[in-house]
DNA sequence: AAACGGCGGAACGCAACCGTAACGTCCTGG
DNA sequence: CCAGGACGTTACGGTTGCGTTCCGCCGTTT
């Protein structure tokens, strides 16, 4: 019943003003300014901000990556980082990423949304990354998958979301090179 | 002239605020009220929302960690995972860090003061940890500063402040080994 | 004793926003 | 041609916050 094309304009809106002004500060006026739209449409739809937000974030995060299957570990780990620093590299999402895991903090719904979104999957891409290099031979058994997504995202999240400096190809492959000594030397 | 006692309790207010709501819905009013002080007694101090915050913030983050040197690069090592894993885990810090970072993001201003105060320091952290290992013939020359600090707070940061989700002092030790090897192995 | 100045408190005009209720419009089926 | 329903838009009262101004209080300085 609900005119899709008003959904979409609405759905676009909020990601555009959730990258600009952030959750804490989103307005539904603004929204709604925004997507051409009138506040109504809006609460027709979703019954509150959070509920709006969660929704259409999650809806947006939820649209899965592929899991890593390259052949050989290194393959999966330059496939795996250069997915990663687009996406952190993407004006909206490098935004609205740090905006919701601050938001979290306080908000546990939002949490509980986020760690759905993003743990969850990452952590199948982090036992099945090392799984296979394991079974490969890459690694040594044992090797901490977990271990294994923070040596790989963290740095490369730290880079691109915090300090904010743009990697470059020489430091990727640097930090590929460091990150693979790393799993391949300290597990045993 | 102006009283030291409520200067004082202004500073903690907007902490405490900080934490709570994050600086998007950070409110002179609420700050005041939390004080326990006018909203006169703030704008006497400072001009307006931004200037009181990044004063405040960066005051607190400048008193500055001592740089590492206990005499062994492990023991360096250590001893930065420590000091960064505690401050990550305060219950104030680990909510404004993010929320900051996030609003740097879109505020130049935030920003800048963010990279005087965090990253300014950490490059000297990193330059002097690898600089008094290599020296000692702990790390092969050439072994990129920046790199290592990513190596080491990347993680950290990505667990503590991203995951949420408490390092044991086993995981500690498996990073640690990690980074270790990592930075000896990669640079040759 | 008198002047000074920071203090809390209250109120101001202004702007943004919330959530709702009334309104007009478009489409569909009879 | 019209009735009915679902739609988006407009208008509204109420709240919150900003940054400012004025007031009376009180401790300090001169």
């Known amino acids: 019943m609900l005119r899709s094309d008003i959904t979409v304009a609405i759905r676009d809106a909020v990601m555009h003003e959730l990258a600009e002004v952030g959750y ?4 539904i006026e603004a929204v709604a300014r925004r997507a051409g739209v009138g506040k109504t449409a809006i609460y ?7 509920e709006m937000v969660l929704e259409i974030v999650s809806d947006v995060a939820g649209r899965t990556v592929p899991l890593p299957d390259t052949g050989s570990f290194a393959g999966d780990l330059q496939l795996i980082m250069m997915i990663v620093s687009r996406a952190l590299q993407h004006r909206i999402a490098s935004q609205i990423i740090p905006d919701l895991m601050a938001e979290a903090a306080r908000n546990p719904q939002i949490a509980e949304t ?7 999957h990452q952590q199948a891409v982090g036992e099945k990354l ?13 090797t901490d998958p ?12 730290w880079r691109l979301a915090v ?5 470059d190809a020489e430091y990727l492959e640097k930090l590929m090179a460091a990150v693979t000594v790393a799993l391949r030397g300290s597990a045993g």
Do not use: H, M
């Open 163 to 167: 300090s904010r400096t743009k990697p």
């Open 24 to 27: 804490g500060r989103l307005s």
């Open 146 to 157: 977990d271990l294994a997504v923070d040596l790989i995202l963290g740095p490369l999240y």
């Open 114 to 120: 986020l760690q759905k979104a993003l743990r969850t």
């Open 44 to 50: 027709r739809r979703w019954s509150n901000k959070l």
């Open 130 to 142: 090392v799984g296979q290099a394991v079974t490969r031979g890459e690694l040594p058994e044992g």
